[in-house]
């Protein structure tokens, strides 16, 4: 029975982990498709 509560904890810890990881990479990237996705706009429409 104690197998249960360790797959149960590693299942929890892993997925705050990835959860925490993901959250992380979504905050950078958005900062950098705000300055990119600018300077596309500016790019397409150059007249």
Do not use: C
């Not at 149960?8 to 950098?32: G, P």
């Amino acid at each position: 029975m104690m197998w249960q509560y360790y797959a149960f904890m590693a299942l929890l810890v892993t997925t705050l982990v990835l959860w925490a990881i993901i959250a992380l990479r979504d905050d950078s990237h958005e900062e950098k498709t705000a300055t990119t996705g600018a300077e596309g706009k500016t790019e397409e429409n150059p007249v």
